[in-house]
């Protein structure tokens, strides 16, 4: 079984990569579509409710079961979730439309769940196990197998039940019997079951061969295979252990992925933790395996399935001698990891940007523990950066092309200013730069040049102010720079520094020296008289304006002591 995507209803909206556990999810840098890699898929089913666009399916091999449902002597082994999904058709006329649709003989299910609850309560009466993991649940022990191999060795020996019920079959009809199983549950075959369908697959098989439940008689048209329970519940957990014996072992219970990593933490300390039978399941149950239905629907669907099974039997309902090989063997499978530069990481985690604290951020909105596991991901392509509210929060204030602030972010960062100088008495600068003859740069050497000078400037002005200075692009080729605590004479010496940077870019970048120059207004903001924020900025670039009719590569500031602030 597998899960797949469609592609031509997928909008790349990431809600699938968000919750996937394991990475399993292949994001291309357009996050057009995105794809499932099967190696890292451990068929938890999240990416199916989570998915806004129905784009998700699970698929098993529904040709394949077609052809031995043609077949005489296959047999189907059929979930007992199969009560709730085909309601309101009874059990009885499910199976019955089993045998319509060609099947030879119905298995219910149970046979599975009771072999593997005999089977754990042996072996967990063979000798002191200290910590024993259940194994009957496909997601956890794949989990384990990708992500924890220090837990491998702590998985019960047993395999899943549906394997264990193929295995019984063929044990009493012989090697050559093929079987299909239908069910909830992500189950691997692994060479003893001949087709894995969705109960979904198992309702298209139905009206590929004209066959309706509903329309079928409400008792069993064949004798049917047992269906009671004795020793076991749903998914081969011993029904003895439910309450604590002397002779059973303490049992923690677990249920979801995320008590992996404390689990691992507890076995492998120097001053290790027994934990007694793991009880752990990825969710709460076949019923509850997101392929089974909406989540919603969880407890309907128990009752439904609970309405329909049949008083417990008080006798074993396989003789002893019939017992086929039950166990199972795991082996730590860690995909190799896509090599990652640690100068691309730390260029993920500088887009993400840090908390006021200047640590990562590290909230999990991701669905990654940390913005390095988060970071490491998107380098691998496992995910956006999209995903991560905090880079989306500074992408909406921050230019593409340049990096510096967006003009969107200025007239709130300027107001703030102005209340904290009023506040502090503390004083601050506005420059407004403005490239001299850029249209001419791209006239002659082309809109590239442009482009790359654009950027020149913007790292410039970055390395020239400080980290909690503000630098924005305000135009086409128009600057804003915002310095905090500074003086008028401070604010020239910053403004001459990007004066003679911006002249000096010109040779560097094989345009000729002095191709490039800029003009730059200086407004020192004095606190005894504070401007408003309009005003702020019309003066800031009435003075740049004055320095292009002074001749353009030069400084001019605002002069206070001059009447409405004259430039000087």
Known sequence: ??????????????????????????????????????????????????????A?????????????????????????????????????????????????????????DELVAEEYLRIWGTGEWGTLIRSSDPVVVGAITLEYPELVSYLAPVTTPPVAEARYLRHQAGAGLKIVYAGAWPVAGDGDLDAVITFEEL??????????????????????MERRRHLSLAGGFPAAWLTPRPDGPRVLRVRGLDGLKAMARAVTREDRVDLGFVDMLSCEGALDHPMAGPREDLFWRRAVVQMTEPPRSLQPLMERQARPWLRATFEARPLASLPVREDDVLAAMEQIGTSPTGNPWDCGACGYRTCREFSEAVVRGRTSLRLCPFYLQRQAVTDPVTGLGSRALLVPRLDEELKRSKRTEERFAVLFLDL????????????????????????????????????????????????????ADGALRVAEALRSGVEQMGQRLGIGAGAVTVSIGVYPVETTELPTVGVLLEQADR??????????????????????????
């Open 1 to 54: 079984m597998k899960f797949v995507v469609h592609q031509d209803r997928c909008v790349g909206c990431l809600a699938c990569a968000r919750v996937c556990p394991t990475g399993a999810i292949a994001v291309p840098e357009t996050v057009a579509t995105v794809s499932i890699t099967d190696p890292s898929c451990i068929r938890c089913g999240l990416c199916l409710p989570a998915c806004p666009e129905d």
């Open 56 to 112: 998700i399916s699970a698929l098993g091999n529904l040709d394949m079961a077609q052809v031995l449902a043609n077949r005489p002597g296959t047999v189907l082994i059929l979930g007992t979730e199969a009560a709730a999904h085909f309601h309101p058709a009874t059990p009885e006329q499910v199976v019955n439309a089993c045998y319509a649709a060609g099947f030879t003989m119905v298995s219910r299910g149970v046979l599975g």
């Open 543 to 568: 003075a740049m304006y004055e320095a292009k009719k002074l001749g353009r590569n030069r400084i001019v500031m605002i002069d206070h002591g001059k009447r409405n602030g004259e430039a000087a």
């Open 436 to 487: 001299d003859k850029l249209k001419d740069i791209n006239d002659v050497h082309g809109h590239l040049m442009g482009d790359t000078v654009i950027r020149e400037v913007a790292q410039l002005i970055k390395a020239t102010t400080r980290e909690y200075d503000l630098g924005v692009k305000y135009g086409g080729d128009e600057f804003v720079v915002v310095l905090q605590r500074i003086d």
């Open 203 to 224: 309702g298209r098989l139905f009206a590929a061969k004209g066959v309706d439940p509903r329309q079928l008689p409400m008792t069993f048209s064949r004798i049917p």
